[in-house]
């Protein structure tokens, strides 16, 4: 192979890397020519739509705040939006603060309501536990009677019901109550606020004896003994009424003037 073959092929391959490309020439004239007609708008301050990428963009004179720029699909870069303030008038700022003091307004009544209601409430505990006093504490085996106002049915019935015997102490203050007689096995309960100590009053057995010694005048007073109690023992004198033991009235005003 000839020698001038070979440089020639040099020399072409040479000349093809600097030759520049058709195409290039023609992208770069249009660059340099939108470049000029931008840099005239800025200084003539005229609005012109140019295109980049193949998408318009509107150019305004002046500093572009506000404006919005399409978005180029061959970049990623998009222009930020200052939103416009909105306008409020006189007539709405005097709603608000109106709408805002009425809330107020009721906060501080409610707070007030609450407040009295609290202070009515202490005043009222303190005048009922003026006249209240703690429960008596009873214990097994004692005598008791129990008042049952809603059992009372005459004038002359107080509501005792009893005697009763103490079987055990419940919680809260209730006891659990069983008849001395006619039990028939069972028993009730009741709270000790509702209950008084037996302290040898009448019992309807003694009572019953001054019945029969109406109908037979020779009943005598001698033969007219009263139970026994757990306190102590109770005698009837020899005249009714005269140096007998209290009745059931008598003790509940004794419990109440203690």
């Not at 309501?113 to 004692?142: I, M």
């Amino acid at each position: 192979m000839p020698k001038s073959s070979t440089s020639q092929r040099k020399n072409k391959s040479r000349t093809c890397e600097r030759s520049p490309s058709p195409g290039l020439l023609q992208q770069l004239q249009a660059i340099v020519s939108r470049l000029n007609v931008l840099e005239d708008n800025s200084r003539l301050g005229s609005t012109s739509v140019a295109t980049i990428g193949g998408q318009p963009v509107v150019e305004s004179p002046g500093p572009a705040v506000g404006t919005i720029v399409s978005r180029a699909p061959s970049t990623s870069r998009t222009t930020c939006v200052t939103p416009p303030l909105p306008s409020v008038h006189a007539s709405q700022v005097s709603a608000n603060d109106s709408a805002a003091i009425e809330v107020a307004d009721k906060i501080l009544a409610r707070q007030r309501a609450s407040q009295l209601l609290d202070q009515n409430r202490k005043q009222q505990d303190t005048r009922v536990n003026e006249r209240r006093k703690p429960p008596h504490v009873f214990h097994e085996n004692d005598m008791v009677f129990v008042h049952k106002n809603s059992q009372s049915v005459g004038k002359l019935d107080s509501g005792m019901r009893g005697p009763y015997k103490v079987v055990r102490a419940l919680p809260h203050g209730r006891y659990e109550l069983k008849l001395i007689s006619g039990s028939l096995g069972k028993t009730t309960e009741a709270a000790a606020e509702h209950i008084s100590a037996w302290h040898g009053e009448w019992t309807p057995d003694v009572c019953a004896v001054f019945f029969e010694c109406d109908e037979n005048e020779s009943c005598s007073d001698d033969s007219i003994i009263a139970g026994p109690s757990h306190l102590r023992d109770v005698t009837i004198a020899e005249r009714a009424g005269e140096g007998a033991p209290p009745s059931g009235e008598a003790v509940l005003a004794e419990n109440a003037q203690e």
